[in-house]
């Protein structure tokens, strides 16, 4: 069965503490993202990659890095975590062929 | 560039009856139209797409149309259930990256 997995499904770290998200995909898939969702407003995209070493801003990129250096993993870094980042963080990836996301189950995120 | 547009927000369907959720987007060169089903705790999963040269799809009790001329396209539940308790997505694309919908609350009453 296809998968991508999310390194933790529950996670609290301290204000300024560096955090990384780890994301891993099994379908050989170009395209990865990360989004966050907090409740009533869906879906915002963070950054995305469409290669290896490349990556792209997307909505809401402040406080955020990636890194890409294999095509199967993609890691969402915060530099120095704030309580406004607590959110559920999803990873998700699609091949250049065809459009469709596979997600992950998602990394629950407390900053205290 | 592109904008999508969900409706309701909040569904509340007898079970066994139909529900219709729809979304309206802005950019005509969008010709990929994905639905995803979110059970809580969990990750978004794709229920059913649709590509610009279709006009209707279905699988088993679920059915998307697509209105390119009026730029919209709706999910189709029939016979609900209560598994189908959830948040469902649309979400429209010319490319790579998905436009999201802000999502439907779709409850089932016993």
């Known amino acids: 069965d296809v998968k991508v997995t999310q390194s933790s499904r529950y996670l609290v770290k301290r204000t300024g503490e560096k955090v990384f998200l780890e994301c891993v995909q099994d379908?050989?898939?170009?395209?990865m993202f990360w989004y966050r969702q907090d409740p009533g407003l869906g879906l915002r995209l963070i950054y995305f990659s469409y290669d290896v070493k490349m990556k792209e801003k997307g909505d809401i990129p402040e406080g955020y890095s990636v890194s890409r250096e294999k095509k199967e993993r993609f890691s969402l870094i915060l530099e120095s975590a704030s309580t406004n980042q607590t959110s559920m963080y999803l990873c998700?990836?699609?091949?250049?062929?065809?459009?469709?996301?596979?997600f992950g189950s998602g990394t629950r995120l407390t900053v205290v | 560039g592109e904008n999508v547009e969900q409706h309701p927000s909040t569904l509340s369907v007898q079970e066994g009856d139909s529900a219709v959720i729809k979304c309206t987007y802005s950019d005509s060169a969008s010709n990929y139209f994905p639905w995803y089903k979110q059970e809580l705790g969990k990750g978004p999963q794709l229920i059913i797409d649709?590509?610009?040269n279709v006009g209707e799809k279905k699988d088993q009790r679920i059915a998307v149309t697509l209105n390119k001329t009026a730029k919209h396209f709706s999910l189709h539940i029939t016979e609900t259930q209560p598994e189908d308790s959830a948040v469902y997505f649309c979400?429209?694309?010319?490319?790579?990256?998905?436009?999201w919908g802000a999502g439907t609350k779709l409850i089932i009453k016993p």
């Open positions: 379908m050989d898939h170009e395209n």
């Open positions: 649709i590509r610009s």
């Open positions: 979400a429209a694309s010319s490319n790579y990256q998905l436009i």
């Open positions: 998700a990836s699609s091949s250049a062929v065809h459009y469709g996301y596979t």
